[in-house]
């Protein structure tokens, strides 16, 4: 499928039928995730991968009943940074630059300025920060997803507080934003199965200024 196609074919699948998904296509999409674009390529968020029944059967109430989340094959479950320190900022460029072999000094203006920005934000307002980072995350890691004939639901239906303390997120510093089922779709039991997908017309979503 290309990806018009593939985006055509997905729908936030209400039901799944529980079967396994090969790990290869799980890593598959998680590692279209971790090479989505990031704000100033901080990469403030972090997946927690859930395959084990009885984990995800203790999250399914947290995410008031869900049935995709005892029903999905993997539960994906995006976290980011629940604030933004300095040595954060310099542990994610000191790698960077290593990485590409080039002297920290090359990015020292960039990694004031970041430092002196987040210093004008609230901590809610930088987990708000990073929380969109990985929204964009989970849109990548969706179409990736779509493209590999895999359904994804994406779920914002959950109490995070209690997520969070069920996962010891506070612990490491991350908080959770969103969910993501992964699995094969039951189009028995699935009433949106059916219906015809719809999206506001192209002419009422884009204005066009030449």
């Not at 994906?76 to 629940?82: C, G, N, Y």
């Not at 990548?140 to 069920?166: C, H, R, S, Y």
């Amino acid at each position: 499928m290309n990806i018009l196609e593939a985006l055509n074919w997905r729908y936030a699948t209400k039901r799944m039928t529980g079967e396994k998904l090969d790990e290869a296509l799980v890593n598959e999409i998680i590692e279209a995730a971790r090479l989505a674009p990031t704000s100033a390529g901080l990469q403030p968020f972090h997946i927690v991968k859930i395959s084990n029944p009885e984990i995800k059967k203790q999250i399914q109430p947290i995410a008031f009943g869900q049935p995709q989340i005892i029903e999905s094959s993997h539960l994906l479950v995006f976290t980011s940074w629940d604030k933004i320190t300095d040595e954060q900022i310099d542990s994610v460029y000191n790698y960077t630059n290593n990485e590409r072999g080039v002297s920290n000094t090359a990015t020292a203006d960039t990694v004031a300025g970041l430092k002196q920005l987040f210093l004008t934000f609230t901590e809610e307002e930088q987990y708000h920060h990073t929380a969109k980072q990985a929204h964009i995350g989970m849109g990548v890691a969706i179409v990736a997803a779509a493209q590999l004939g895999v359904d994804a639901t994406p779920m914002e239906g959950f109490n995070k507080e209690g997520l969070d303390e069920f996962l010891k997120l506070r612990e490491k510093g991350l908080r959770s934003v969103t969910l993501l089922a992964l699995g094969r779709r039951k189009t028995d039991e699935d009433w949106l199965f059916p219906l015809k997908k719809v999206r506001q017309p192209i002419e009422q979503f884009v204005t066009e200024i030449k």
